[in-house]
């Protein structure tokens, strides 16, 4: 029997465009390319950032590999499946193998909601049981109690609400998360926790990531391989230890040359300490 294909999400030449509203009444609808012909895929066990400036088209890539919203053109594959051409209960199952965490841990988690409720939001089958007993093993996993079910959002600090959408994503136990900016709305003290606790989880579960960040040394950190966009293009792909050595593409030079401190930065980052829960 052939083992299978290797690659977790394909994007073939994606286009996404937004049509805007009229600045006069009857002026033509302006329509923006937010993707042009995006093309990638990640292989498992590969995890790939997504680096660029604001409006390069990274969160929207985000959003149309997740299915979120579909492409203007192209075709968006998980597994080998056609996202876009599922049915809503199709998706809805296949969302079990991949899943997302968000850039606000504030905006992200309902405040009326207990974490328990939270973090067993994906799941969508199984006996309060096991639902409970799933919840309490992703948020030990990621470093909170079991306890911490009963607990509201409001009662955690930034870092450990984005534990909490980092347990809410591996509760499917999925093979990719995507990650929207996980750490930019965090304290600097608090970002190499997080990041730290991605790579760990990576060891013991084998996540794959899609890692979208504007902080070229959190992708540095985290990523084998990096994207670089630019106008909604990828101007340059490869080994991201080759590309933040060795950048090719002007643009890329340029990102790294305006992110010098913050790879100075990250080389002297001091030991993980863990908040207090």
Not at 139 to 146: M, P
């Amino acid at each position: 029997m052939a083992n299978p294909s290797p690659t977790l999400l394909a994007l073939h030449d994606v286009t996404r465009r937004y049509t805007l509203p009229r600045e006069r009444l009857l002026s033509p609808a302006p329509v923006v390319e937010a993707l042009r012909g995006v093309s990638l895929s990640i292989e498992r066990g590969r995890s790939l950032g997504v680096v660029g400036e604001s409006g390069s088209g990274k969160s929207t890539l985000a959003r149309i590999a997740m299915a979120l919203e579909p492409p203007s053109a192209g075709r968006v594959e998980f597994l080998g499946r056609d996202l876009n051409a599922l049915g809503a209960a199709a998706l809805r199952e296949a969302r079990r193998d991949f899943q997302m965490v968000f850039q606000d841990p504030y905006g992200s988690l309902d405040p009326r909601q207990q974490v328990g409720r939270i973090v067993a939001e994906p799941l969508w089958q199984g006996s309060g049981a096991e639902r409970e007993r799933a919840v309490a093993e992703v948020l030990e996993a990621v470093g909170l109690r079991a306890s911490d079910a009963r607990k509201y959002a409001h009662e955690f600090s930034g870092g450990q609400r984005q534990r909490i959408a980092i347990a809410r994503a591996l509760i499917t136990k999925p093979k990719l998360i995507v990650a929207d900016e996980p750490v930019s709305a965090l304290d600097v003290s608090v970002q190499a926790q997080v990041l730290n606790l991605l790579i760990d989880l990576q060891q013991r579960y084998g996540v794959t990531y899609l890692l979208i960040s504007h902080d070229l040394a959190v992708v540095d950190h985290v990523c084998d391989e990096v994207v670089v966009m630019q106008h909604g293009r990828i101007v340059e792909r490869g080994e991201t230890a080759r590309i933040f050595r060795d950048p090719q593409h002007p643009y890329t030079r340029a990102l790294m040359a305006a992110h010098e401190p913050e790879f100075a930065a990250s080389a002297t980052v001091a030991p993980v300490i863990e908040e207090p829960k």
